[in-house]
């Protein structure tokens, strides 16, 4: 069995894997499930925790899995429950959680349910789906907007109504007002819970609950022209209605009554309706996704804003996380840079919260553009042009400098970037001064101290680019140093103090150093310091 008490979440380090770019074992093309076990190594020697997969089941593959037809299957593009029983065990055996991607609020419009749904007005599923009457004019319902473009409405000719669907119209949205639904998909938890699996990330978990009366959205006063056009309208009705909270600490008594198992939801809400999503008395999600900073403007001083907030406005008793990418942002190393890449990870990994790592940002990858012929995003294919595609951040994983980067022995479903030949595990596991080499040092670093992992969050303050705090446990004192610019900075702050230690710079080549009372940072350098013993 898996180790860790209840405090494993909090403690640990989450990888998040995007199947279908990890490793393909079948020579299809596709990342698979066996593909995963035999990178399991890998993964357990960056001294990570818990593994998350994106979506893994049935599903036509519209929105690559996001729109499920079975919740309790895999798909064979991904291989078979006994491919995924074995993944599971072999986790476990190595001491990894693993968490699945739970989608409740949307199914495939192929699923048996909305394929009953939508067969007659009167099926016993008809209410299991969001349907509305045509408007007076026989135009759509009202002026919610779909997230990847046009109206939210799909008008279905069989019935003469609309349904609802906040993503793509493959993806109709479950009414999570229902009773049977709630049910149906609390079965489908218990289905994996009973496996093992040790909890879920919940997809667009603000989505769930719509105003009951459907009433307009109101414009959105901020649309910033050539932003998606679904900006235009704010979601003040389609998301995050008060009653969403109860359906949440609903499921949280579902993975509440397995051992050890956690919840965590994918919000992108402002900080004060973010902290909403813990639930009356942490009753709700675990880690309500913190994604600050995926978006932020990458300066010392709205970093040094975005923690001091986020940490002001925690519930008590609630435990932080942080994120620097995922399936659906660019890609870190390209929004900040290749050096910034790197005090990045050591921000990530020294402040107090549970980190989620991005497969690939441990070796630098960064956002690929991609030719309008190698598109395969929808969100892409219907808005395009503007950015929001999202398969530049969905590329292979570059294990070597082959032509496949060694995730398959065919060309793979999303192209490689050239310079993979650089980029790639075997060849930054041979520098000991390596972005990746840099990761798995500071995951070594954080798991050995106490101060990092759970002590206290205190801001240094400090000017220009340079961001400063304090971690602090069991006497033990953490000074982190991180210079977000590319001039080097004498640092005078009275927290060096003298004979503090270097434990860690992000250039890898000046541990153990005794400080004077001053220290020298390089351009685009952080270090994590130990501050002398009292
Ligand atoms: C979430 C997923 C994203 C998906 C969308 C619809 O935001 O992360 O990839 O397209 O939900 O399910
Ligand atoms: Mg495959």
């Known amino acids: 069995m898996a180790q860790g008490g209840d405090n494993w979440w909090r403690d640990g380090i989450f990888y998040q894997i995007y199947p279908r770019s990890f490793q393909d074992s079948d020579g299809d093309g596709v990342g698979d499930l066996a593909g995963i076990l035999r990178r399991l190594p890998y993964v357990k020697s960056l001294g990570v925790d818990a593994i998350w997969l994106s979506p893994i089941f049935p599903s036509p593959m519209a929105d690559f899995g996001y729109d499920i037809s079975d919740y309790t299957g895999i798909d064979p593009l991904f291989g078979t429950m006994e491919d995924f029983d074995a993944l599971l065990a072999a986790a476990h055996d190595n001491g990894l959680k693993l968490i699945l991607d739970l989608v409740p609020n949307h199914t495939s419009s192929q699923h048996p349910w909305f394929v009953e749904s939508r067969s007659s007005r009167d099926n016993p599923k008809r209410d299991w789906y969001v349907w509305r009457d045509p408007a007076a004019d026989g135009g759509v319902p009202n002026n919610w907007l779909s997230e990847f473009g046009g109206s939210a409405w799909q008008f279905d000719e069989t019935t003469g109504q609309y349904y609802y669907h906040a993503f793509l119209a493959e ?13 149906a998909i609390y079965d489908a938890m218990r289905f994996w819970l009973e496996k093992g699996v040790d909890g879920f990330r919940v997809d667009v978990i603000w ?69 909403a999503y813990y639930g009356n008395d942490l009753t709700g999600a675990q880690m309500p996704f913190n994604f600050a900073l995926l978006s932020t403007f990458w300066s010392a001083r709205s970093i040094e804003t975005i923690v001091e907030d986020y940490e002001k406005a925690l519930p008590k008793g609630a435990w932080p996380n942080w994120v620097l990418g995922n399936h659906d942002r660019p890609r870190v190393a390209s929004r900040i840079g290749p050096e910034q890449a790197r005090v990045a990870a050591m921000l990530l990994l020294t402040l107090r919260g549970t980190p ?33 595609g999202r398969d530049g951040c969905r590329t292979p994983m570059q294990w070597d400098a082959s032509p496949a980067g060694g995730f398959s022995g065919v060309r793979p479903w999303l192209p490689l970037p050239e310079d993979h030949i650089h980029w790639n595990v075997a060849n930054l596991e041979a520098d000991s001064r390596s972005i990746l080499s840099l990761y798995r040092r500071l995951i070594a670093l954080r798991k050995a101290s106490p101060a990092l992992v759970a002590g206290d969050y205190h801001p240094i303050a400090a000017q220009g680019d340079l961001l400063v705090y304090r971690r602090e446990a069991e006497g033990t004192a953490m000074i982190i140093v991180l210079n977000l610019g590319p001039d080097p900075i004498a640092v005078t702050t009275s927290a060096i103090r003298f004979g503090s230690e270097i434990l860690l710079s992000t250039f890898l080549d000046r541990e153990g150093e005794r400080l004077e009372g001053v220290l020298d940072l390089r351009g685009n350098e952080g270090v994590v310091v130990m501050q002398p013993h009292i």
């Open 207 to 275: 989505h769930l609950i719509k105003d009951a009366e459907f009433r307009d959205n109101p414009p959105n006063p901020h649309y910033v022209e050539g932003r998606p056009p679904n900006e235009r309208i704010l979601t003040q009705y389609s998301t995050d209605q008060p009653e969403v909270h109860d359906v949440i600490a609903e499921m949280r008594r579902v993975t509440d009554a397995y051992r050890d198992r956690v919840l965590i939801g994918e919000i992108y809400l402002p900080l004060h309706r973010l902290m």
């Open 171 to 183: 993806q109709p949205d479950l009414n999570w007002r229902n009773p049977d639904v709630r049910a």
């Open 356 to 388: 989620t790592l991005y497969y690939g940002d441990e070796i630098g990858m960064h956002q690929l553009a991609i030719a309008p012929e190698d598109v395969r995003d929808p969100f892409e294919k219907n808005v395009p042009g503007i950015g929001v």
